[in-house]
């Protein structure tokens, strides 16, 4: 029998499949002249491509009304993908901000994918405002450093986006045992893809420089807005 997870689906029409194939391909040249080759001028031309490559296939391919949410989501990781590879240090941290918004949008899909509260009505229809009002929190923070001349602390940052993605990853492995529906199976494919990614290139920068790590991670990465837009197209059904 055919895997599900695998299994093409015929909805795909020419040209979603179109955009598909521009994702693989723009990944991998990018990831080429980045990861390996170390050329950022030509990466640059090829990284302002992903993204896009799968906001059009969901595009194409989506029958949900309500799509505005999830292309926003898309346009956030596209300006934080392509924000971070640029070298001021205040460039980078706004590139933080935005991957805190997109780890908050899933963690708020995850939750609700995960039917936490659903014998608590408040809980269930007012998650997204506790998330909402989190990102504000930290924007305020932003602001109040530099009217106030606070120094702002980037730690409570980066920490709030590595708590959030740990409780995305352990709700993905909670919602694909106890669902085992294929959109959760392809969340924690996402997510997992993410981790190991990141966990590859600290591994070469930070402990030992080997081009073995590099490739595993190149791997990992290719395939995680696949799996991403996978995730929210099954979510839809």
């Not at 689906?9 to 391909?25: E, G, N, Q, R």
């Not at 939750?111 to 608590?120: A, P």
């Amino acid at each position: 029998m055919e895997n599900p997870l695998f299994k093409i689906d015929k909805s795909i029409d020419a040209k979603a499949s179109a955009a598909l194939y521009v994702y693989f391909i723009a990944y991998l040249c990018y990831l080429f002249f980045f990861r390996i080759y170390d050329d950022l001028d030509i990466a640059l031309i090829f990284k302002p491509i992903i993204v896009p490559s799968i906001a059009f296939a969901y595009f194409f391919i989506t029958k949900s009304p309500k799509i505005y949410l999830n292309l926003g989501l898309f346009l956030v990781i596209f300006l934080a993908d392509n924000l971070i590879l640029l070298e001021e240090r205040d460039i980078k941290v706004f590139s933080t901000y935005l991957y805190l918004i997109a780890i908050a949008i899933l963690f708020s899909y995850v939750v609700t994918d995960s039917k936490l509260f659903k014998r608590n009505q408040f809980l269930q229809n007012n998650f997204k405002y506790f998330i909402i009002s989190y990102l504000v929190l930290v924007i305020l923070y932003k602001v109040a450093s530099m009217t106030l001349n606070v120094e702002f602390k980037e730690f409570f940052v980066v920490i709030g986006y590595i708590v959030m993605f740990l409780m995305v990853l352990i709700l993905s492995i909670y919602n694909a045992l106890r669902f085992k529906s294929i959109a959760s199976r392809f969340l924690l494919l996402t997510i997992l893809c993410l981790f190991f990614s990141d966990v590859f290139i600290a591994l070469n920068k930070y402990y030992s420089k080997n081009d073995l790590f590099i490739y595993i991670s190149c791997i990992f990465e290719i395939p995680t807005y696949y799996f991403l837009l996978k995730y929210l197209l099954h979510r839809e059904k």
